[in-house]
Every structure is written in C-alpha cells, then in structure tokens.
C-alpha cells in the first residue's frame, strides 16, 4: 500500500506560480509511476501529468504542456508539480495518484491505472 498526501495549494493571480507536492509513504518510492489529476466544480477528473518510476519519462496534458513540470525526489519519496503561467482555467482540485503496478515502463493518462489516491489540494487562480 501507498499513502499520498498532498500540499502546497492556495489562491495566486493569473500569470503566477505554485508548487504542489505529494509526500508518498509505504513502499518503494521509485518502482511505481505517478501522476498529477485535476477536477474542477462539475467536471470530471482528467489528467495533468505523469512520470515513471524512475524519473526518465514524463507525460503532459495539452493543456498544461510547456507551462507545467512534473518531478519526483526519490531521497524525499515527494512528487512535485511546478505550476507557472497559471489560468483561471487552471483552477481545480488537484490529485496526486500512484499506479503501483504498471506493465508498462511509459506511465499513462488514464485514471482508472492507478490505484492510490492523495486527498487533493484545492488551487484557485483569479483573474
């Protein structure tokens, strides 16, 4: 089992920066992939960003690409979600997940991969 809890949301102005992190404990912090989901008020969960196990490979949703970076410190077992030239379309819920046993080395975009859940952190970008 993993245990994901999320940090670093809050309210910022259109065009600024956040940085969210997910502290992971309860297994080996390099041998699943992780992602970065986001909901926002009557939408459904999509995707953000992911990275493998290893850190070598990192996905990203159209609309983030270019303006937000996914990492993972294996020494600190911490994802992290670097948010600069945020929108007001930006603003959701944001989710980290873990896919704990991936059969493939490429992690992908789908939600129902993975098996762990953080609680969500709540980011608000006004205009």
């Known amino acids: 089992q993993v245990q994901l809890v999320e940090s670093g949301g809050g309210l910022v102005q259109a065009g600024g920066s956040l940085r969210l992190s997910c502290a992971a404990s309860?297994?080996?912090?390099?041998?699943?992939?992780m992602a970065w989901f986001r909901q926002a008020p009557g939408k459904e969960r999509e995707f953000a960003a992911a990275i493998s196990g290893s850190g070598g490979i990192t996905l990203y949703a159209n609309s983030v690409k270019g303006r937000f970076a996914i990492s993972r410190d294996s020494a600190k077992n911490t994802l992290y979600l670097q948010m600069n030239s945020l929108k007001p379309e930006d603003t959701a819920v944001y989710y980290c997940?873990?896919?704990?046993?991936?059969?493939?080395?490429?992690?992908?975009?789908?939600?129902?991969?993975?098996?762990?859940w953080g609680q969500g952190t709540q980011v608000t970008v006004s205009s």
């Open positions: 997940a873990a896919d704990l046993y991936p059969s493939v080395t490429t992690p992908t975009q789908s939600r129902y991969d993975y098996d762990y």
């Open positions: 309860g297994r080996t912090f390099s041998s699943y992939h």
